[in-house]
């Protein structure tokens, strides 16, 4: 019998990429892929280092899943961004893990676990990937037949100063934008309805040459990207993150061409205090801000805008929460990721005295939710006795008699699905609100 390998995944789209990408190249190596941790032979987190007590929560899964086994022991190995970070403290800090795979040597991951198998050695990988290693994963491996995440920039050089990200993930990298065009091609034949590229900063892509861009105009190179992706037809396009100062109003002249580029925009603010988005290295003022959300409110088609915050900021004063509040009811967003400030060890922020209280940051957090769901309730009350596209993506976790799915706005939308397939667009009509969804009566396939 063939080795079997689990792999659980935390974080964000690109770690979800990477697993996804990581199955296909075990698979190739002759390694089974296994759904479940209880009996599989190598048993591997995939982790992320943005929320607090990252390490110590992938000891507290080990150890979980170290109890549902009956002394078998699997190797156990960790990669990703705490991987990266952590290096071979992990082995210091675990004696059960064997097995250190940082962002970068993905591909070699069927290798260092032939080495890690025979248990005599620790095998820790956290070097750069091979020129030659490919990016594409095929349509059969992913993890949804319908929805695809294509990564297009990997890295963040941006080093805002409370972020792990650049530490975690290196430099930024750009994807040919040639091999790009090819796998959404390849997705699009194999019947995906919707991509999302994504990378930390999507707008600073800068691919070394201008292969698959030549036809393509725009005012970088992304909005190229943009133009020439939607060319390939695939039906809906969706792109994050988007980072304020990058983002050049032809990214909504593009949206405003192509009907298949989606009408959302996660472009994250963190702070509405110019003073705090200094401290932060953000590079922009809350009015440079406010000008790039114009240009999407001028758009063509309503473009929903969402965003991320930090509240508690070290020397965030009562002044500087003052004036997010202030931005966010300015902006009114479709949906808001709220996050109290926590050091981050290695960042320049951590060197500063991170004084806002809990109870402060609590209280900050509180106030701001407060505000997001009341403007977000009236946004999304308008949306009742309209007719949106969702398409049917999965059954839905709270009842199995409804589908889940998105819009092209990329608000979720709950709906009896009956008449409706799994990968279908459905026409829904909305018939209620509830605090992050839609609920809807499904009238046909769309
Ligand atoms: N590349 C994206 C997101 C990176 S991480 C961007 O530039 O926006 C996702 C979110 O986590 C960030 O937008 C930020 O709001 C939050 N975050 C990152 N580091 C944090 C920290 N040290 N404390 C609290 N929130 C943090
Ligand atoms: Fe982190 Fe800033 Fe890079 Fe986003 S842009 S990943 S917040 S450093
Ligand atoms: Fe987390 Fe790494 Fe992504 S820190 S958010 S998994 S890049």
Redesign the pocket.
Known sequence: MSTSVYVETFGCQMNVADSERAAVRLRAAGYELSDRPNNADVVIFNTCS?RERAAHKVFTRIGEVRRTRLGVEPVFGVMGCVAQLEGETLFDNSPLVNLVVGTRATDRLPALIDRALDRKQRVIDLGERDETDAWDVPATARTSPYVAFVPIIEG?NKFCT????PFSRGREKSRSAAEIIDEVKQLRDYGYREIHLIG??VNSYRPKTEAGLEQFKGATLFARLLRAVAATGMERIKFT?S?PRDFHPDIVAAIDENENLCNWVHL?V?SGSDRVLRAMRRGHTAADYLRRIESIKNARRQIAITS???VGFPGETEQDFRDTMTLVSNVRYDGL?I??????PGTPAAKLNDDVTRTEKTARFLELEELQKRQQRTIYESYVGREINVLAESVSAKSESDLTGHTTCHKVVNFPGRSVKLGEVAAVRVTDVKQNSLYGEALAAA
Not at 162 to 165: D, Q
């Open positions: 943005v963040c409370y972020c792990i990200v930390q900063n993150t980072f994250p963190q991320d915050i930090i990721y996050f109290k400030y926590s050091e981050r």
